[in-house]
């Protein structure tokens, strides 16, 4: 079938092409969330991080919410952007929310006039009245958002984890929760979330996951030279940038 592997090529070969021309451009900070897929890739660190909503927090800013979940970086990925509405009539506190879901490409749905569609995931809009977001709010209260940052953590893209952060009364916050620590796969998020997720795309529960050990070279472990996913290190209210061990 050499003329379907030469059109499943074609989007892979783009990709490449593109990004370079996008970390030269944008370089790694991320702009919030983006369908675009090479962009995504290159600021998926920062992203992740909230490194957007913290350099946009400050005195008189909105309140801004983001959570992230991977659930291993290779087969979903998970995020929701909550941004204030200012629609008229609508009740303080009430909130938009945008979800994003993504999985493996589906190569059978290419596209000509967009080639690299199947990398863009499934997208959703959501409004949020203040009381469903206060249950979201409350989710978060009791997971311990607001407890210190824990600075160190490391977050494993071959595993799973969540982060959220939030610009809140003009300060940003952030946390981050991992698959090694006890009740991680018991976190309220998903449940909460679910009833206002419209992108079509079940979620990939948590699960035990055998993890081989890192090794001193980067995106290699201990006992092998296969490329592993990222591995990002939480600092002191977000991610510690540039430190990230990554493929």
């Keep these: 079938m050499p003329a379907l592997n030469k059109a499943f090529s074609a989007p892979k070969m783009l990709l490449i092409s593109a990004a370079a021309l996008v970390a030269g451009l944008s370089g790694c900070a991320s702009q ?8 995504r890739h290159f600021s998926w ?8 909503i913290a350099r946009s927090c400050g005195p008189g800013s909105p309140d801004r919410y983001r959570m992230v979940y991977n659930a291993i970086y290779d087969e979903q990925r998970r995020s929701y952007d909550f941004t204030p509405l200012d629609e008229a009539g609508q009740d ?7 979800a994003r879901a993504m999985a493996p490409a589906n190569l059978v749905t290419i596209k000509l006039n967009d080639p690299i569609g199947p990398w ?10 203040a009381a469903e977001f206060a249950g979201i709010k409350a989710g978060l209260e009791q997971a311990g958002f607001s407890k210190p940052t824990p600075k160190g953590m ?10 959220a952060s939030a610009c809140i009364n003009g300060a940003f916050h952030f946390h981050a929760w991992n698959n090694e620590q006890p009740g991680f796969a018991a976190l309220p998020f998903l449940a909460l979330l679910a ?24 995106g290699q472990t201990q006992d092998s030279m296969r490329p592993q996913p990222h591995r990002f290190r939480v600092g002191d209210n977000g991610l510690d940038y540039g430190r990230a061990l990554r493929i």
């Design 120 to 129: 863009r995931g499934a997208a959703s809009l959501r409004k949020l009245t």
């Design 45 to 52: 660190e920062y992203y992740v991080g909230g490194d957007d």
């Design 195 to 218: 009833p206002f997720d419209a992108t079509g795309v079940e979620p990939n529960p948590p699960r035990a996951v055998a993890l081989l050990p890192y090794g001193s070279w980067p």
């Design 32 to 39: 919030g969330p983006t369908d675009d897929p090479v962009a």
């Design 154 to 163: 490391f977050l494993r893209g071959d595993d799973f984890y969540w982060t």
């Design 92 to 98: 303080k506190g009430a909130m938009m929310l945008e």
